[in-house]
């Protein structure tokens, strides 16, 4: 067997692999054989097909044929003789078979890992925004738990603004005259009802009917499309009851026997998740300041298949929400998720490196111990999660890919104790941001 190993665009590389005798014969009477006995090919019985007529049939089949038998014995050994490992597939670019000799050339394309030193951790600086813990976040919690669990209690008075109101409704199409009735409800100014239909409740009471003539109606385009009569009848109005903050209210939230101690959790509570919020940014900073930094080739093809992940997983979401498959536009999704897969592909070639660089090893307990979590996570056991791998032929991969994956998690948690965080003063869009996800 001979190789030859050239540089293509960017990452990519030709690997040639140069195969002759017997063996090259083996897998030409391989294919001719199968040929002959299963292609009907008229004025010719099965097994009787001379091979210059199968060759002229079926030249692509034979040929991919021959090149699959080749990569499946030698593509390893061709790849360690060069030196090179592919980052991700590897794909059949070329085959030319001389029958006579016999001799197969087989060429291949697939990218390689980039080549980059990494930085000195400790001369890396990552700036962070400077945040303190607001108390204003524990009374907006607070008043999002009373929200959470208010009460409607029915009223005898004039319909305002945020009431809960339950109609009956007769809706007349003025062209056909079809009627559709029934029975809703909503809470006035959040949008249920339409605002001609909001202003008009507005001071009515239960019993009370209201009519609305010739109420035009829009498609998505805000084309109108046609009108309708609507008549409305007040069935109830009902106000929204937040709970009080006592010691009732604690027990029923499950934390304490009083509200004082309600309120020391909730705040101790929201303090916690504050710090692994900004323990969490760190992180985010961190991963893209040492892209910043390194500013290395991404391989496309790894960028591919981490798209193609990201966008099944969002579009299982999607449906998740009642989305259906027509209505969702994988193109945009394509557009929107290609800059998060370069981040990601990017982040673990540079983790991969330092893992390298800091020596980490990872044991086979803990990866057994992760396994374990992501077969809870899953929601099926461990045992059963290992033998469905073992069925699919994943096992040995899966595992292959934790201890990377762990590996890479151990490199960053060494890089954010040995890099240099300062904290600065957020800019003005950044703290309108972080006030909104504090908010949330």
């Known amino acids: 067997m001979e190789t030859k190993l050239t540089k293509d665009k960017g990452l990519y590389r030709k690997l040639e692999i140069t195969l002759e005798g017997n063996e090259v014969a083996q897998y030409l009477d391989e294919i001719y054989d199968y040929l002959a006995h299963s292609a009907n090919i008229p004025g010719f019985r099965k097994g009787k097909v001379p091979r210059r007529v199968l060759r002229k049939r079926f ?18 050994e061709a790849l360690e003789k060069e030196g090179v490992k592919p980052v991700a597939d590897v794909y059949l670019q070329e085959v030319n078979i001389d029958e006579e000799t016999p001799k197969a050339v087989v060429i291949v394309l697939f990218e390689v890992p980039p080549e980059f030193e990494v930085k000195n951790p400790e ?26 669990h208010a009460q409607w209690q029915t009223v005898d008075r004039e319909i305002k603004e945020g009431d809960l109101v339950e109609v009956e409704y007769e809706v007349e199409d003025t062209q056909s005259g079809e009627k559709d009735k029934g029975e809703t409800a909503g809470v006035i100014g959040e949008g249920v009802f339409r605002k001609e239909i909001e202003e008009a409740l507005k001071g009515k009471k239960a019993g ?3 009519s609305l003539q010739e109420l035009p109606l829009y498609d998505k385009e805000g084309k109108e499309i046609g009108k309708v009569n609507i008549r409305l009848k007040v069935k109830a109005v009902k106000e929204k009851v937040l709970p009080e903050l006592n010691d009732e209210f604690a027990k029923k939230l499950n934390l304490g026997e009083t509200w004082e101690e309600a309120k020391k959790k909730i705040e101790e509570q929201l303090k916690e998740q504050f710090e692994r919020s900004k323990e969490a940014q760190k992180r985010e900073l961190l991963l893209g300041k040492l892209i910043e930094e390194h500013k290395i080739e991404v391989p496309e093809t790894l960028v591919r298949r981490e798209l193609d992940q990201l966008v099944e997983q969002r579009v299982r979401e999607l449906q998740a929400y009642g989305l259906k498959p027509n209505q969702i536009n994988i193109q945009q999704l394509v557009n929107d998720l290609t800059p998060v897969a370069v981040f990601n592909v990017a982040t673990r070639l540079i983790l991969d490196k330092y893992a390298e660089k800091f020596n980490i090893e990872v044991s086979d307990e803990e990866v057994m111990q992760e396994l374990e979590n992501v077969a809870k996570l899953s929601g099926v056991d461990k045992n059963a999660l290992i033998q469905q791998l073992k069925e699919n032929g994943a096992y040995e991969a899966t595992l292959e890919g934790i201890k990377a994956e762990l590996r890479r998690r151990k490199a960053l948690e060494e890089l954010l104790k040995k890099v240099k965080f300062v904290e600065v003063e957020p800019k003005q869009e950044d703290k309108k941001e972080e006030q909104q996800k504090e908010e949330k």
């Open 59 to 76: 030249k692509e089949t034979i040929e991919r044929h021959v090149a699959n038998r080749i990569l499946e014995k030698h593509l390893n």
């Open 123 to 148: 001369e890396i600086t990552v700036e962070v925004p400077k945040v303190e813990f607001d108390p204003k976040q524990v009374e907006n919690y607070i008043n999002q738990l009373r929200e959470q």
């Open 208 to 210: 009370d009917e209201i």
